[in-house]
């Protein structure tokens, strides 16, 4: 329907409401809608992605300005999640799930130039421990879901596997690793 | 109000979009039969028709699949001591084995430098190494040990009868009863003193099990490297294992090095 039946379309209807006398202002927008409705062209999607924008220029500069804000939020959110997530930072055995439990390995490392972690929960690729004070004393903190983790730190290129802390220690390619229970019934072992 | 709807409804759209572009980064099989295409193996075809059988049973996971075969690109060696590790982990799919302490072996053998050779066949001298051919065997004849005590996997969604376990319950004992056995015998242990091997399983097995007595249904707290057994099914195995069952088990693996 043309722009310039709109005019013509509503009077009809008013007239109608008037002459059969059961003129209301309650409700007359709807009636009038509803009957615009039954003879509205359908629009084409790009038509209608045109009406989400606002009307005018300058509204609709600050709508796409709050569009572009919320693409960035969500992509910093999606990189972001994406780093979070196992597969995508090479730690394929471990499964995200709603019972995971933060695990601490400390290491005392005096002079040590990098200290890392290895294990049976991150593939055996190094997890970087931290010493933020310069104490000599590395920390990290990562959660882990249920179950039994072999593991060693990494000190300046050298494996250690026996960590003070471990339940309990296994041989392995003639080395000591250490293991960890975590939320199982070896846990403090 | 109508303005903000509008924004609403465009930020719930692109945040659909990103959200699919984050699912579609996830590794595929493809992905994982690409990287093996690039190593030049003979039996690629072969490696990765058993790889998809442990896709499909939830054995192995494409994205651990992924980085054990790139990291085995990326490390220096044989072309065919490569094919010939890729193999065995090919051949323990076949044979209905899990396959998560194997991988794993793998990438600590790795990780550590130690030569393709010796994390393949270990070594047989002091201390103690088992390589991935004796971890293979030992998962089998534990497998064969818990048929022989009727204690057997159930197929999905089959009825399951009193000593049938599903799939994963049944992976993670095989799992860690091999597991404690070859760590008892790379710490030196006695493989002809049954008590210490029984000991050494009942401890491990004792450490990993659940505090529940019964996993809920669908199995979902047990993550891909059956790191968690019921009690149940602890005393299950402890019931009928014997210390005088155990010696013969790993003299099997020991005969084979």
């Known amino acids: ?189 | 109000m109508k303005y903000l709807m509008k924004v609403f409804l465009l930020m719930l759209a692109m945040g659909l979009i990103l959200s699919g572009g984050i699912t579609l980064a996830a590794v595929s099989a493809a992905d994982v039969n690409q990287a093996l295409q690039a190593l030049h193996l003979t039996n690629a075809e072969e490696i990765m028709a058993a790889f998809e059988i442990g896709f499909s049973q939830g054995r192995l996971q494409p994205e651990g699949a992924l980085h054990l075969v790139k990291r085995l690109s990326a490390t220096e060696g044989s072309p065919s001591d490569k094919e010939a590790i890729l193999l065995t982990i090919a051949h323990a799919l076949e044979d209905d084995l899990s396959v998560s302490t194997l991988v794993n072996t793998v990438e600590e053998g790795l990780a550590r430098g130690v030569p393709l050779l010796v994390i393949l066949n270990g070594s047989g001298g002091q201390p103690l190494i088992l390589g991935l051919v004796q971890r293979e065997c030992l998962l089998g004849t534990v497998r064969d040990l818990l048929y022989s005590k009727r204690i057997f996997s159930a197929p999905e969604g089959a009825q399951a009868a009193s000593t049938s376990l599903s799939l994963r319950r049944f992976d993670a004992l095989v799992t860690n009863i091999a597991d404690a056995l070859g760590d008892y015998l790379e710490g030196d242990g006695n493989p002809y003193d049954g008590f210490l091997l029984y000991q050494a399983m009942s401890t491990r097995l004792r450490n990993q099990s659940s505090a529940e007595s019964v996993i809920p249904a669908g199995e979902s707290i047990i993550p891909a490297g059956e790191s968690i057994i019921p009690a149940e099914d602890v005393d299950l195995v402890l019931d009928r294992i014997e210390p005088g069952d155990l010696t013969p088990t790993v003299l099997k693996v020991l005969n084979q090095s």
């Open chain 1, 1 to 189: 329907m043309r722009e310039d039946n709109l005019e013509e379309t509503i009077k009809n209807v008013l007239q109608r409401e008037v002459s059969d006398e059961v003129f209301h202002i309650e409700g007359l927008e709807g009636r009038i809608v509803t009957e615009l409705a039954g003879q509205l062209p359908k629009s084409s999607p790009l038509e209608a992605l045109k009406r989400l924008l606002a009307p005018t220029r300058g509204a609709r500069l600050g709508q796409l300005a709050v569009i572009g804000a919320t693409a960035a939020v969500f992509l910093v959110l999606g990189v972001f999640l994406a780093g979070r997530l196992p597969f995508l930072e090479g730690n394929p055995r471990v499964t995200v799930t709603p019972s995971g439990n933060e695990v601490l390995f400390i290491m005392p490392a005096i002079g040590a130039q990098s200290v890392t972690v290895v294990g049976s929960f991150n593939a055996w690729e190094a997890t970087p421990l931290s010493d933020e004070n310069g104490d000599g004393i590395w920390t990290k903190s990562i959660s882990l879901p249920p179950g039994r983790y072999e593991y060693a730190f990494v000190i300046d290129g050298r494996w250690w596997g026996q960590d003070p802390l471990a339940d309990e220690y296994v041989r392995s390619f003639g080395a000591y690793n250490s293991v960890r229970y975590v939320g199982l019934a070896g846990d403090g072992a």
